[in-house]
């Protein structure tokens, strides 16, 4: 099966992951932007980091979703 699964599903897994801990790294601890960056764009107000919140969250379902089509792919080259 592994040789079967294409690089597309490992990179769209491994983006998925790392999506998916920033996810919950900014949905735990907002101010981690700030703090790495120096910068505060919306003057405290928590709108950026709920809007990244967001985004994160759509873009780590669309990358597992990619990757169950590429799992299914290799699935049905094997039978």
Known sequence: M????RRRFWLETGMA????????ITLVQRAW???VFNVDPDNRS???E?????ALLVVTITLFTLA?????RARTAIS
Request: charged share 15%; no cysteine.
């Open 2 to 5: 592994r040789n079967v699964l």
């Open 17 to 24: 992951i790392v999506t998916s801990m920033l996810f919950v």
């Open 33 to 35: 932007i700030e703090i």
């Open 46 to 48: 928590g709108a950026l």
């Open 50 to 54: 709920w809007l990244i919140v967001g």
């Open 68 to 72: 169950s089509y590429e799992w299914r």
